[in-house]
């Protein structure tokens, strides 16, 4: 089996689109991230959700657990308006290189050994003319490993 055969495809996005939009994205194709690319077909990084969830999350709230339980849930409602008048480009981390990516061609093996070396839990698939396929996380990998579907 080849990457290419596991890659799930994810959805892609440009960095000036709306971060309402990604959001959305993460939300109703049930995935792990959103890839961003440029009108080249660059991978310029990927919208996490985890990623998302920390740009919705004022840092003092991440801080403090005591404040967090203090605030009702009508706080959600507001922290979605975060997101107003933001693009993609503002929910990138500022570093971009643990971004891995793996060719079509390449085995499963080099796929683990790439998400090692990167620390990453998703990889970018792309075909041998460079378009991108899809993405396989760490947990598609290990189920495919293990013998699973």
Same mark, same amino acid.
């Given at each position: ?35 961003? @690319?440029?009108? @080249? ?109």
């Amino acid at each position: 089996m080849r990457a290419r055969d596991l890659a799930t495809p994810y959805p892609s996005v440009a960095p000036d689109t709306p971060a309402e939009e990604a959001a959305r994205l993460l939300a109703e194709e049930a995935v792990e991230g959103v890839f961003v @690319q440029d009108d @080249q077909g660059e991978l310029q990084g990927l919208v996490a959700d985890t990623t998302l969830l920390a740009f919705l999350l004022p840092r003092y709230l991440a801080e403090d657990r005591a404040l967090v339980g203090v605030l009702g849930e009508d706080v959600a409602d507001a922290l979605w308006q975060r997101l107003r008048g933001r693009t993609v480009r503002d929910l990138l981390p500022v570093s971009t290189a643990g971004l891995p990516e793996v060719n079509g061609n390449d085995t499963l093996v080099k796929v683990a050994a790439t998400l090692v070396r990167s620390g990453a839990s998703l990889v970018a698939v792309r075909d041998r003319d460079g378009r991108l396929l899809g993405g396989i996380t760490t947990s598609q990998l290990i189920r495919r490993l293990l013998g699973g579907p």
